[in-house]
């Protein structure tokens, strides 16, 4: 029997190690029930850290640990799946191909930045998505020494007042400083279109985003959207005109296409409909976690968002249900009542937030560890000792807050 993983980020990565660890609990060797985990690298890209510097840095490797238990890795991208034939077909880095046969499959392909079609976006709009986006930010802002000293060459506008775009945002003007000298004056402008910042955060944490901003000089422009980019700058849906020289895109998270491959219903962020098992109900043997599914996480209302929080859970649940179900041995029903947010602030530390209603718990320095502390130790692979790694994929103790 087989168990195909698609995909080696936070959900894909904790439902290997999930799965190898019920495989393990009941006595059944590899042979018997082989764990596949396909993905192009055999890295775990560090995506809540690529607004960083240095993001050449932000992967960890998997090899290592997913070989400690026993889980085959086979390097490739799936762009096929045949769900009657229960088959992915996977290309390989040198674009040979083949098909894998699958008794349970596990779609944990996560995210991508949703670009929509403004003039020029795709030209000259940067982001910090993918690995490769924040390593091509990081050497154009390497670059701009070598400019001619101006506004444009100073300014930097975040596309994108929600988490991603305030975390980007609070960290240029240090990045930039580093960059261009302490003597420069960066200027970072946050476009938005609804009419207050951090419109998820609610009114208790609002204020405090706020004041990081004005701590740090970044300028907003609210209630207005981009409406074009060009080589030297955007103009707003309002008309106004800002000379830059990077345009960074924030806004908006679409889950991987290859969603659309399962005939199954999709949300509005094309994630796979699941059952509380995280089963997609309408088609046999096929799982979907992470951000590329959608799932109640509670029995009052909430649903996983798309975050490494909820992805790595996520990924262990659907783990361990798929390979249960090889087994023979009981599913268990996702949930996951506790949800905390920690948004970096750049030089203006962090804020904490605990529950649904956003209860502000920490700010300033004191949240600033906890972020660091997340950001450099939570979210990373288990060490690759077999024993200690199958523990650390228990799926009622993964991510508890
Ligand atoms: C800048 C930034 C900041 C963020 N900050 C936070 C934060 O503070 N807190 C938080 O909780 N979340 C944050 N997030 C969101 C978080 O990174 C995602 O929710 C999380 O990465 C989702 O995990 P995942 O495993 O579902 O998908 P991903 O991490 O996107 O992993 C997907 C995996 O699938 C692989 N893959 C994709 N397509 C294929 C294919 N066709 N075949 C084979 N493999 C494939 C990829 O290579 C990758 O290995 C942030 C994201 C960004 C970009």
């Known amino acids: 029997m087989r168990l195909v993983i698609v995909g080696a980020g936070f959900a894909g ?119 490769g986006d924040a390593i091509a930010l990081d050497r154009h802002l390497h670059d701009l020494p070598k400019w001619p000293v101006s506004e444009m060459r100073d300014t930097i506008v975040v596309a994108g007042g929600g988490f991603t775009g305030i975390e980007v945002a609070t960290e240029m003007p240090a990045r930039l400083r580093a960059i261009l000298g302490k003597d420069a004056s960066p200027r970072v402008i946050i476009v938005g279109r609804n009419e207050a910042i951090a419109p998820d955060m609610g009114a208790g944490a609002r204020p ?8 740090l000089g970044i300028e907003t422009r609210l209630g207005a959207g981009v409406a074009t980019l060009d080589k030297s700058g955007v103009t707003l849906t309002n008309g106004e005109r800002i000379e830059s020289a990077t345009v960074i895109w924030a806004a908006g998270m679409r889950a991987n296409p290859l969603t659309t491959q ?22 046999p043997a096929v799982f979907a976690t992470g951000d590329a599914a959608r799932a109640a996480c509670d029995g009052v209302g909430n649903y996983a968002l798309m975050s490494c929080q909820h992805a790595t859970r996520m990924g262990a ?43 502000v718990e920490m700010v300033g320095a004191k949240a600033k560890k906890t972020k660091q502390e997340i950001n450099t130790v939570w979210i990373y692979p288990p060490k690759a000792e077999r024993a200690a790694a199958l523990a650390s994929a228990d799926p009622e103790h993964v991510t508890e807050v």
């Open 262 to 283: 399962i005939p199954a219903e999709r949300d509005n962020f094309g994630r796979l409909l699941v059952d509380n098992r995280l089963r997609v109900a309408s088609v």
């Open 13 to 131: 990565m904790y439902a290997a190690l999930s799965a190898a660890r019920l495989r393990d609990i009941e006595g059944v060797s590899p042979e018997e029930l082989e764990i596949a985990l396909v993905a192009p690298e055999p890295t775990l890209v560090v995506r809540p850290r690529l607004y960083e510097p240095k993001p050449e840095t932000l992967t960890a490797p998997l090899l290592d640990v997913l070989n400690a238990v026993n889980v085959v890795y086979v390097q490739g991208t799936v762009d096929n799946i045949d769900s009657r034939a229960r088959t992915v077909s996977v290309v390989g880095v040198k674009g040979d191909r083949k098909t894998v046969p699958y008794h349970r499959l596990v779609i944990a392909t996560g995210s991508r930045l949703f670009r929509p079609n403004i003039p020029g976006l795709a030209e000259h709009g940067f982001s910090v998505d993918q690995l």
């Open 317 to 359: 649940f659907a783990g361990n249900n798929a390979a249960a179900e090889l087994v023979g041995v009981p599913t268990r029903p996702y949930h996951q009542e506790g949800y905390v947010t920690c948004l970096d602030l750049g030089e203006a530390g962090a804020l904490f937030t605990r529950g649904w209603e956003r209860k």
């Open 208 to 215: 405090i985003i706020e004041e990081a901003l004005r701590m």
